[in-house]
């Protein structure tokens, strides 16, 4: 029997009893449901389409909603202006939430009014009625003293924004994008690995594994296994990117960068190598322990090699995603599986270095199948008590 | 037939094989024997490549064991174990599989098997619903599916009860009389005398006595001779210091002598001590065997058996 069947045997196994398990399953709908419900609650429950409402409480000074309109502009939200005739509606309206504030100022003028509140006024609006009010008194002021209304509107205009690098939507989106796809890596490969952990632990600790190894190689079981959990975690994956992208289409609530066609593939590439990479080591340190509070233990180093390099690229790759820590960590292959992606999701990666990359995390999971399947071999039979790096390797090498 | 030619091994200072050969026939059932430690477990995780012995070989119809050959090979480690969340049928299937048959026959066999150990009903069932019992024949199950032509056994008769034990013995004998060669380790001596033809003693990782109950039996230099004379209270014995009795109760003695003993002599000096209503000359039992076998190998009358 050829060994790429004994593997593809495991692999099965894993997909058949881990899939159908109601565990899998109900965490993946759950996952779903918050991923698509997150788009479509706010938009569907409250119906908060993000403008601003302002009352206003008439009489009102004439001007005060073309003032209120015109400053509210540089905030980038659309101002809706109700009207009430007497202040007992306005409250009403302030309590069912249906404006933020009212502004009440005397129509000829004669004084700064009030803007009422529920409990406070926020930031924007203080500022929009502010701007608006004053204007509008010292409009009228000077027009007393004779200057010319066109005149004052000129000497209103504040300056133009001139930026040097202008941040647009498309940016924001891409770095929004580009940090979604960094977490659901590291989440991906964390859940999927010590899945791999905790299978090689259990089958250790039912004794399973030495009927198994009776005909299946030690290193072909592990990669059975690491397979088998990967092609679920693939799975999952494309699961939620369907689920988050679709919602996003469909609600209009997060524009997709330009780069999305490319960084999807890319996700789920470095995702496959970066689980295989931690899985396969995870893997193998399992087997040095008995049981499963043991197996968190050992697997410290590679956890701990995981959060440094999933914050490494959270913050010295966003940083500056062409700087010296961001190209050293694209070729180191703990780190590659978190940095690459980012960097391509922001447009700041060369193609060669994707490539090369690729083929040195290539490499480094080999080494790690070549050097874990002989410490599983080792470890994996051992029963009585934690086993030793060391003493696995020897023990496999007799 | 199944070689194992020259094993050691060694675990640290411990050595748990010191150069063990011995053979296991086709059709025949060898027990393996001998006391904890003594090398039994890592002898047969040699068979399947799960330990690597430092020196020697394991050999099947002559040509040194790779994976290929394991795919025939039926194995029972002593610690039991399968997947315990995974359905009867499904787990059978998938380890008959992985000795080589397609998803279809492996399956059929897992239905036959199961019908076989009274567990058809079961097939559905994870393994961890079942009784203690029932998980025991589901081991013996994934042993035997894929039809193998070398059974290991590792304590196949620990923790089984009388109806177990009975399953057991009727599947090692009809195994064995289909032509497949059973090697199974137990320390059960009278049922391995009852189930085996063949026996292999290991002590301290040495082949200390290998072959035929019976030859072996016969090859011992010792019998045992069970006299019982009429109202003499075993004073006629008084004097013969050399002998060395076994058990002495009444008018009852039974005694260790070699082989060569005059019976006549002590028959005559029975006769003289009053009736004798009882006086049988046997060769050791396997159990008696055993025990002289790993008591201490360097004078053991088995050792030159060994090789």
């Not at chain 1, 995870?282 to 697997?299: M, Q």
């Not at chain 1, 199948?369 to 090498?397: C, E, H, I, N, P």
Request: hydrophobic letters at 45%; proline letters at 5%.
């Amino acid at each position: 029997m050829p060994r790429w069947r004994s593997i593809l045997l495991v692999a099965r196994r894993e997909v058949l009893e881990r899939g159908r398990s109601r565990g899998f399953i109900l965490s993946m709908l759950f996952t779903t449901a918050i991923i698509v419900g997150s788009f479509l609650v706010p938009t569907l429950l409250f119906e908060d389409d993000g403008d601003l409402d302002i009352g206003v409480l008439r009489p009102a000074p004439a001007g005060l909603e073309v003032a209120l309109t015109a400053f509210a502009a540089p905030f980038g939200t659309p101002l809706e202006i109700t009207t009430f005739d007497d202040r007992a509606a306005a409250e009403a309206a302030l309590e069912a939430d249906e404006v933020e504030a009212v502004v009440a100022v005397p129509a000829d003028l004669s004084g700064a009014g009030t803007l009422i509140v529920k409990e406070e006024a926020g930031d924007a609006v203080r500022a929009i009625v502010g701007a608006a009010v004053v204007g509008l008194r010292q409009a009228a002021l000077l027009e007393q003293a004779g200057v010319d209304p066109a005149d004052y509107a000129a000497v209103s205009t504040p300056p133009a924004v001139d930026a040097l690098d202008p941040q647009t939507e498309t940016d924001r989106s891409q770095f929004l994008f580009a940090n979604i796809g960094v977490v659901l890596i590291f989440v991906g490969i964390f859940s999927f690995g010590f899945t791999v952990l905790t299978g090689v632990v259990e089958e250790k600790q039912s004794r399973v594994v030495e009927v198994v190894l009776s005909t299946v190689r030690p290193r072909d079981l592990l990669m059975g296994k690491v397979l088998g959990i990967g092609i679920l975690g693939l799975v999952q994956l494309a699961m939620f990117v369907v689920a988050g992208v679709g919602s996003a289409l469909i609600t209009d609530r997060f524009e997709l960068p330009p780069t999305a066609p490319s960084a999807i593939p890319l996700i789920a590439l470095w995702f496959m190598l970066g689980y295989t990479l931690y899985s396969t080591a995870l893997g193998f340190l399992g087997a040095l322990a008995t049981r499963i509070e043991e197996a968190s233990n050992a697997s410290t180093p590679v956890t701990t090699v995981a959060i440094v390099s999933y914050l490494i690229g959270l913050f010295a790759v966003t940083d500056d995603p062409t700087g010296i820590v961001a190209r050293v960590a694209t070729f180191v292959p703990p780190s590659a599986p978190m940095v690459v992606p980012l960097r391509a999701a922001l447009g700041a990666i060369e193609p060669w270095e994707v490539v090369v990359s690729i083929a040195i995390t290539l490499v480094a999971i080999y080494g790690l199948f070549v050097v874990g399947g002989r410490v599983y071999s080792g470890a994996v039979l051992q029963t009585a008590g934690r086993m030793k790096l060391r003493d696995a390797w020897r023990s496999a090498g007799e | 037939m199944l070689e194992i030619d020259d094993l050691t091994k060694r675990y640290g200072p411990v050595v748990a094989l010191d150069g063990a050969s011995f053979i296991a026939q086709p059709g025949r059932i060898v027990g393996f024997l001998g006391p904890n430690g003594a090398g039994k477990t890592t002898t047969m995780r040699c068979v399947f490549g799960l330990v690597r012995p430092e020196r020697g070989e394991v050999r099947w119809r002559g040509s040194v064991v790779d994976r290929e050959a394991r795919l025939r090979f039926g194995y029972m480690p002593e610690q039991r174990g399968l997947y315990p969340r995974m359905r009867v049928r499904e787990q059978l299937s998938y380890f008959a599989q992985q000795h080589g048959l397609s998803g279809r026959d492996a399956d059929a066999a897992a239905t036959r098997w199961l019908e076989r150990m009274g567990l058809g009903d079961r097939w559905k069932s994870k393994l961890e619903e079942l009784s203690h019992g029932n998980q025991q024949r589901v081991q013996l199950t994934a042993a035997l599916a894929h039809d193998p032509e070398l059974l290991v056994l590792d304590e196949p008769f620990s923790g089984l009860d009388p109806l177990g034990t009975t399953t057991m013995t009727a599947v090692l004998r009809e195994r064995a009389a289909a032509g497949v060669a059973v090697l199974f380790s137990s320390h059960q001596l009278d049922l391995v005398e009852d189930v085996c033809e063949d026996v292999v003693i290991i002590a301290r990782g040495r082949i200390v006595a290998a072959g035929e109950i019976d030859a072996l039996k016969r090859a011992s230099g010792r019998r045992h001779l069970d006299v019982e004379v009429a109202g003499s209270g075993g004073t006629w014995l008084d004097g013969r210091d050399h002998l060395t009795v076994l058990d002495r109760s009444g008018d009852r003695i039974r005694l260790l002598v070699d082989a060569t003993v005059d019976l006549d002599e002590l028959l005559a000096a029975a006769r003289r001590g009053g009736e004798v209503r009882r006086f049988s000359f046997e060769p050791p039992k396997l159990s008696e065997l055993f025990m002289e076998a790993v008591a201490d190998p360097t004078t053991s009358p088995f050792e030159t058996e060994a090789a």
